[in-house]
């Protein structure tokens, strides 16, 4: 496609994540245009992708082509979702052939978390640092290479699996079978099953709002040591150290320009980001580490559909899908 068509052209990109599909008409620049919202309908849902796909034409007639991002592993030679534990059975098959008859469009299938990283580096935080580490902490935690401008992949499509990176080898069973990775501490369930742990175990814990309530959510924690709750703050400070900790794995193989943290965890802002900061640094190589920014994502909610829109444009299809 040339550059002229790239730039009046728009692209759409869908974030299956979770229960939820989140759409958005995205420009050429990388610019949300128009966002739509909705429950995942599990059943049906390449022809649920083809509704919005046609409301958000509407909007804009000249749409070039779609992307999509999947909480999942993609094979990116047969554009097959190999695993994904949060979509089990619908996107399994030929998803990616559904969507691209369905719509009539050419279709880019993408992990969720690459497909984050690649809208973090065209249009939010990691803009003009053609070499970053995107890292996503949520219900789970992903992460993602951008090298020379390009997402790295690895050998079979798999690399950036950040929240599997050892950081307790004595530590807890992980859903990955391995023993103490980041993610049994640091994903948002953890974090609450850490904080009612030590909540039974630790006699000033008592004073914290969080003992009032039973049900809290990670983002109740994180609200909570916003409003200065020292217990609330302890949980969340220690769950940056645990996070600092990988990143400085990561610095040290990769000495990448950024590191960019997205995902519900971070909504406690520097909060965590000041630990994330403070335990990379002491772990890491200093050289390495005085080279590296570490800062938050800025796309928040939009990173996976403006990414898989980026990542369809910039795979060069132009028109509709084969027939
Ligand atoms: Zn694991």
């Known amino acids: 496609m040339s550059n002229e068509t790239q730039a009046t052209a728009n692209y759409i990109g869908v974030d299956l994540s979770g229960?939820?599909?989140?759409?958005?008409?995205?420009?050429?620049?990388g610019q949300v245009v128009e966002r739509r919202e909705m429950t995942l309908d599990r059943d049906n849902v390449a022809a649920q992708v083809a509704r919005i796909a046609a409301e958000?034409?509407?909007?804009?007639?000249?749409?070039?082509?779609?992307?999509?991002?999947?909480?999942?592993?993609?094979?990116?030679?047969?554009?097959?979702?190999?695993?994904?534990?949060?979509?089990?059975?619908?996107?399994?098959?030929?998803?990616?052939?559904?969507?691209?008859?369905?719509?009539?469009?050419?279709v880019e299938l993408e992990n969720a978390a690459n497909a984050a990283a690649y809208g973090e580096y065209v249009a939010g935080a990691g803009r003009g640092s053609p070499n970053m580490f995107y890292v996503t902490i949520g219900s789970g935690i992903g992460g993602a290479l951008i090298i020379d401008g390009k997402l790295w992949l690895g050998t079979s499509g798999f690399a950036g699996e950040f929240g599997h990176i050892t950081i307790d080898p004595e530590g807890n069973e992980c859903t990955c079978g391995n023993i103490g990775c980041l993610e049994t501490y640091a994903s948002a369930p953890n974090i609450v099953r850490r904080t009612h742990e030590r909540l039974f175990r630790d006699g000033t814990s008592s004073l914290s709002r969080l003992s009032l309530n039973r049900d809290?959510?990670?983002?109740?924690?994180?609200?909570?040591?916003?409003?200065g709750d020292d217990f609330a703050l302890l949980m969340i400070e220690r769950t940056g150290r645990y996070i600092g900790t990988a990143v400085a794995a990561v610095i040290n193989l990769l000495n990448p320009e950024r590191i960019v943290l997205g995902g519900g965890v971070m909504e406690a802002g520097d909060l965590i980001l000041d630990p994330v900061i403070k335990e990379a640094g002491r772990r890491s190589f200093q050289p390495c580490f005085e080279s590296t920014k570490i800062i938050a994502a800025t796309l928040g909610a939009s990173a996976v559909s403006v990414g898989a829109a980026m990542l369809a444009r910039d795979a060069g299809h132009n028109g509709s899908a084969p027939a």
């Open 19 to 29: 229960t939820t599909l989140c759409a958005a008409l995205v420009s050429g620049a």
């Open 56 to 106: 958000l034409r509407d909007a804009a007639p000249h749409i070039a082509s779609l992307g999509v991002g999947v909480p999942g592993l993609v094979n990116r030679e047969t554009d097959r979702v190999i695993v994904s534990v949060d979509l089990p059975s619908v996107v399994r098959g030929d998803f990616h052939a559904e969507v691209e008859r369905a719509t009539g469009l050419k």
């Open 216 to 227: 809290f959510t990670a983002s109740d924690i994180a609200h909570e040591a916003m409003n």
